[in-house]
């Protein structure tokens, strides 16, 4: 079974909204990171939450983590139709060559 | 700062049928990944190299799934021989070093196995 798990698996929004993704996971964790893809596309890193932290920003991205109930959410403010794409939430267990292991994504997609 | 590239972009093959994908990752990367990701899920991990040498290939079908990393550069994956399951994106992924915490994502190979 997969560490992580995205809620919601869609959502769809109007430019200028806040999106808000959730991750839940399973056993302790060394970091816990965030990655974009676009239809067809590789993926993106877009900001990396180790586990000693609970909260990071980048632009208009914000994560925060709960390590007491094994959760994270993305939060992207002021969204763009450019911000339309799947969203996919990934571990790196302690001792594990930095292996990552994703949840099943979020598809977020903003309507002009 | 040229990305990690793959090849072919797509590839449509018949059950029982053999294929290889290409990857040259970020000059200088030390790690290399291979990903499989079927459509609606997250990627999953097939093998991890670290220069030529595998540190992690616990998810490889190794009945029919065979990777390598020639001189620590370049690599290959192939299927021999496909199945209808396999019909998947492949994704390669660089980092400059044994557990650096940002991967670098290629564009992947779409298989289609009929």
């Known amino acids: 079974s997969q560490q992580g798990e995205e809620d919601p698996q869609a959502l769809s929004i109007q430019e200028g909204e806040n999106a808000t993704m959730n991750c839940s996971y399973k056993?302790?964790?060394?970091?816990l990171q965030w990655y974009r893809q676009n239809s067809g596309r590789g993926l993106v890193h877009l900001i990396l939450i180790r586990s000693n932290e609970r909260e990071k920003h980048s632009g208009r991205l914000r994560v925060t983590l709960d390590t007491s109930k094994k959760s994270s959410s993305l939060l992207i403010t002021a969204s763009r139709a450019a911000d339309t794409a799947s969203y996919f939430c990934a571990t790196v267990l302690p001792d594990s060559w930095g292996k990552l292991q994703f949840g099943a994504g979020t598809q977020v997609v903003v309507t002009p | 700062e040229a990305g990690v590239a793959q090849s072919p972009r797509y590839k449509i093959i018949e059950k029982r049928q053999s294929v290889a994908f290409w990857c040259n990752p970020i000059s200088g990367h030390a790690t290399l990944y291979w990903y499989q990701q079927i459509l609606g899920q997250g990627p999953k991990l097939l093998i991890q190299?670290?220069?030529?040498?595998?540190?992690?290939d616990s998810q490889l079908p190794k009945d029919r799934f065979s990777a390598e990393r020639l001189k620590g550069v370049d690599s290959t994956l192939k299927i021999q021989p496909a199945k209808l399951e396999d019909s998947a994106v492949y994704l390669c992924?660089?980092?400059?070093?044994?557990?650096?915490?940002?991967?670098?994502f290629g564009p992947g190979t779409r298989l289609t196995v009929l």
């Open positions: 190299f670290q220069n030529n040498g595998v540190v992690d």
């Open positions: 056993t302790s964790i060394n970091n």
């Open positions: 992924a660089s980092s400059p070093q044994r557990g650096t915490d940002t991967q670098y």
